[in-house]
């Protein structure tokens, strides 16, 4: 019994090591920007406790300064154009929202002050603090958000979907990653819908990056 205890904790110890590991990656240590034909940023929130009402974001940019060998030494920046909001509102927004000042509901969401209020904060930032090793190949990607002026750390799920050093066409390193979070949006002042909206924001990047420093070692 006293040796089981040990042994117990110690096989504990080499199944969560095995569990947390650095991706197998091909491409090349070196800069990456993303291709904007190859990528996506969704988001979704809970519309009146019914069904996650789903909007996308169709500018917005991206660099990775990527070590293959050790993740931990990687970084992201990013920055979105809160202007760029599509919410593929179907209806006739005139119509069904008659004192509203805007034309649209892309418009409403992009510009409302309970929104995202781009006419007075005209970007979305992101940037990494940390990269860890995850379960199962996963990275986790920590870093400071900015939208309405304030800044709080969020931690994006990261995975690689696949990478190359030399891409078919282009002839260099091309790196694909898809990565997720979730945060209350009220913690960065977006209040007043609460009562129709979900306040749990979940976001969604899938996307290509492409070498731009010609390294040619990992």
């Given at each position: 019994m006293r040796l089981a205890v040990p042994?117990?904790?110690?096989?504990?110890?080499?199944?969560?090591?095995?569990?947390?590991?650095?991706?197998?990656?091909?491409?090349?240590?070196?800069?990456?920007?993303?291709?904007?034909h190859h990528a996506s940023l969704t988001v979704k929130l809970l519309h009146l406790g019914l069904s996650n009402y789903t909007m996308q974001f169709l500018r917005f940019d991206a660099t990775v300064v990527?070590?293959?060998?050790?993740?931990?030494?990687?970084?992201?920046?990013?920055?979105?154009?809160?202007?760029?909001?599509?919410?593929?509102?179907?209806?006739?927004?005139?119509?069904?929202?008659?004192?509203?000042?805007?034309?649209?509901?892309?418009?409403?969401v992009s510009r409302g002050p309970k929104f995202l209020n781009s006419g007075t904060f005209s970007t979305i930032g992101f940037k990494s603090t940390s990269v860890k090793a995850g379960k199962d190949g996963h990275l986790l990607v920590t870093g400071d958000l900015t939208f309405l002026g304030q800044t709080h750390p969020v931690t994006l799920d990261t995975v690689v979907v696949g990478s190359v050093d030399k891409h078919p066409h282009l002839q260099k390193g091309v790196i694909g990653f898809s990565a997720t979070t979730r945060f209350n949006r009220s913690e960065w002042g977006m209040v007043g819908t609460q009562a129709f909206l979900g306040d749990e924001i979940s976001l969604t990047f899938e996307g290509e990056f492409q070498q731009t420093d010609g390294a040619a070692t990992k």
């Amino acid at each position: 019994m006293r040796l089981a205890v040990p042994l117990a904790v110690l096989a504990l110890a080499f199944s969560a090591s095995a569990l947390a590991r650095n991706p197998d990656i091909k491409t090349p240590k070196g800069t990456y920007k993303l291709d904007p034909h190859h990528a996506s940023l969704t988001v979704k929130l809970l519309h009146l406790g019914l069904s996650n009402y789903t909007m996308q974001f169709l500018r917005f940019d991206a660099t990775v300064v990527l070590d293959p060998a050790k993740p931990e030494n990687s970084s992201v920046i990013a920055s979105v154009d809160p202007t760029s909001i599509e919410t593929n509102y179907a209806g006739d927004y005139k119509a069904t929202h008659k004192d509203s000042p805007y034309a649209s509901f892309d418009e409403a969401v992009s510009r409302g002050p309970k929104f995202l209020n781009s006419g007075t904060f005209s970007t979305i930032g992101f940037k990494s603090t940390s990269v860890k090793a995850g379960k199962d190949g996963h990275l986790l990607v920590t870093g400071d958000l900015t939208f309405l002026g304030q800044t709080h750390p969020v931690t994006l799920d990261t995975v690689v979907v696949g990478s190359v050093d030399k891409h078919p066409h282009l002839q260099k390193g091309v790196i694909g990653f898809s990565a997720t979070t979730r945060f209350n949006r009220s913690e960065w002042g977006m209040v007043g819908t609460q009562a129709f909206l979900g306040d749990e924001i979940s976001l969604t990047f899938e996307g290509e990056f492409q070498q731009t420093d010609g390294a040619a070692t990992k």
